[in-house]
């Protein structure tokens, strides 16, 4: 072997021998059997710890040391039902590694509160106690003061009383499917010939629409006659038993009692509940829309705002209905959340006809109600083109009443960027005119109405009136000074502010141009004669040719 082969041979030797990692042998980690047990009970998971080795358990809930061996399990917290608690254990030693799972299953407790009769007459027998049945569970049921007649290990039983008692009691402990046992439940009883009879039960706050039929309950004793008493309500059914239906009259607050007589082998006893108070109202709730009309940002969309007076007492939507020119159709537009108030909707109607709202909803006590009718305003008008005038009406804003403070008539011409205030109109005027025309080809109207006491207003449709305005072109002015026809213009050229005028003399040579010409042209150094012009306007692309005389 040469010197290179041997190199080869350690350089081998070396990487296999020190730099591949030494594993140890596997082993085994072990989590422990799969266990049930009770809420509240303490288990052992895992084994006996292995010398040399990490140990780490997953999840770390309900366990005493996630990185030892062998954890304690407790559960403390109440169960309503049966739960699955995975665990994975991991143990590491050096490049080693081992994991095992268990399950423990932890059964419920059980809190069955009890119901039956508090207050007994001596020597009462057959009273009834319960709770409420889970097979799931078994029930131990024991007696102070008393004996059980009927239902141990069930979820009801039959108890028969014995003498005076203050401290009698019923007693019971369910048990789980494991046999544990949850924490014991105590019914305390009362045995005295003097009854603590109590308070009926049932709803204390009605509508007085819907106080009719209505039940009302106490506890049943086993032997016991039960006169029930109102000042104002009528007993239907059930006089001398724990269940009646009651009929009461409107708003108000009434009272409701019941007294007891139990009879048993040798003693009568006696009690009068407490009075329960009950309230009749009528839901006041109310729905009132604040405004109506077009928006003023955009007026090619409605918008509405309401308010409800007490949206806690809506059992349902709010609903939006429209009609237009005053029809006595209603449709429905939308329903609505019953905390909005406020929508929004596009709608082409606006520009024919007035727009009617009201909204609608349920209230608390199951009665449909619903808003005023607001009517939106209405806006059209009429051009005169002989006459430059403009005449416009609306109709009035409908559903403030007399709190209209004034209309206000807004206006913008052509290009306007914003429209602006030109008339202020008390409320009762639904008319404005003017002699504008000349000023613009298109004119845009629109009316506001603002409320006298809140911060309400409602804009109209936009209506916009337009003018053909044609273009005269004198043939002669006369530069003379004496501030008579002393330049070339003519009507309306303002309108035509995009345009181009040229001038001609008899030969064809230009004698004047301007872009934009706006008619104070004098002739400049012009002799007098006739010249000819081409003007030219950009809004309709029209070229108007002719001649002028020039007279100095």
């Known amino acids: 072997m040469d010197a290179i082969d041997f190199y080869i041979f350690l350089s081998t030797n070396f990487v296999s021998t020190f730099l591949s990692p030494q594993f140890d042998e596997t082993f085994d980690v072990k989590a422990g059997e799969d266990q ?74 059980k809190y069955a509160p009890l119901s039956g009769s508090k207050s007994v007459c001596p020597r009462i027998t057959g009273v009834d106690y319960w709770a409420e049945a889970d097979d799931r569970f ?133 009690g009068v509940s407490d009075s329960l108070l009950i309230n009749l109202f009528t839901d006041s709730t109310k729905l009132e829309i604040d405004f109506a009309g077009v928006m003023r940002e955009n007026s090619d969309e409605y918008e509405l705002q309401w308010y409800a007076s007490d949206t806690s007492m809506l059992a349902g939507n709010i609903e939006i209905f429209t009609s237009y020119d005053y029809s006595p159709d209603w449709q429905l537009k939308q329903a609505a959340d019953r905390q909005t108030t406020y929508y929004t909707f596009a709608d082409t109607s606006m520009n024919y006809a007035p727009v009617s709202f009201k909204i609608s909803s349920v209230n608390g006590c199951r009665e449909y109600i619903e808003s005023e009718v607001h009517t939106t305003i209405f806006l059209e008008g009429m051009a005169d083109s002989s006459s430059n005038s403009m005449k416009i009406s609306w109709t009035p804003y409908l559903g403030w009443g007399n709190n209209i403070k004034q209309y206000e008539v807004w206006y913008g011409k052509d290009d306007d960027a914003q429209m602006s205030l030109v008339a202020s109109m008390k409320p009762g005027q639904y008319s404005w005119s003017n002699h504008w025309g ?35 072109i004198p043939n002669v002015f006369t530069p003379n000074g004496d501030g008579i026809n002393d330049t070339f213009s003519f009507p309306k050229l303002e309108l035509f502010h995009e345009n181009k005028l040229q001038v001609y003399d008899r030969n064809g040579s230009e ?42």
């Not at 049930?36 to 009970?41: H, L, N, Q, V």
């Open 36 to 109: 049930e047990a009770c809420t509240r009970a303490q288990l052992s998971l895992g084994a006996n710890p292995q010398p040399n080795i990490n140990y780490h358990w997953q999840p770390a809930n309900h366990l005493s040391d996630p990185t030892v061996a062998n954890p304690a399990f407790l559960h403390a917290d109440t169960l309503g039902q049966k739960a699955d608690f995975q665990y994975i254990v991991e143990g590491k030693r050096g490049y080693c590694y081992g994991s095992d799972t268990v399950t423990v299953t932890i059964h419920p407790d």
């Open 138 to 270: 078994r029930y131990e049921w024991s007696i102070e003061g008393g004996e059980l007649v009927y239902g141990q290990h069930s979820a009801s039983i039959t108890v028969d009383w014995g003498t005076t008692n203050p401290a009698a009691s019923v007693t019971l402990t369910p048990y789980n499917q494991l046999n544990c046992p949850s924490d014991p439940i105590t019914f305390p009883v009362r045995i005295n010939v003097e009854l603590q009879t109590e308070t009926p039960v049932g709803d204390e706050l009605l509508c007085s629409n819907l106080a009719t039929d209505i039940p009302f309950q106490i506890t049943n004793t086993n032997g016991s006659i039960y006169t029930w008493e109102s000042d104002a309500g009528n007993i239907l059914q059930g006089q001398g038993t724990n269940k009646v239906r009651i009929d009461w009259p409107g708003d108000g607050k009434y009272h409701l009692w019941v007294k007891e007589q139990s009879t048993t082998i040798d003693t009568v006893c006696y």
């Open 438 to 472: 000349a000023e613009a080809f298109n004119h845009q109207y629109r009316i506001r109405a603002i409320h006298h006491t809140y911060p309400f207003e409602s804009w109209s449709n936009q209506l916009t009136l337009s003018f053909d305005h044609g273009i005269e």
């Open 511 to 552: 004698v004047y141009s301007k872009q934009n010409y706006d008619g104070n042209w004098v002739g400049g150094d012009l002799a007098s004669g006739v010249y000819y012009y081409s003007f030219t306007e950009k809004r309709n692309q029209k070229t108007y040719k002719g001649w002028v005389q020039i007279l100095k």
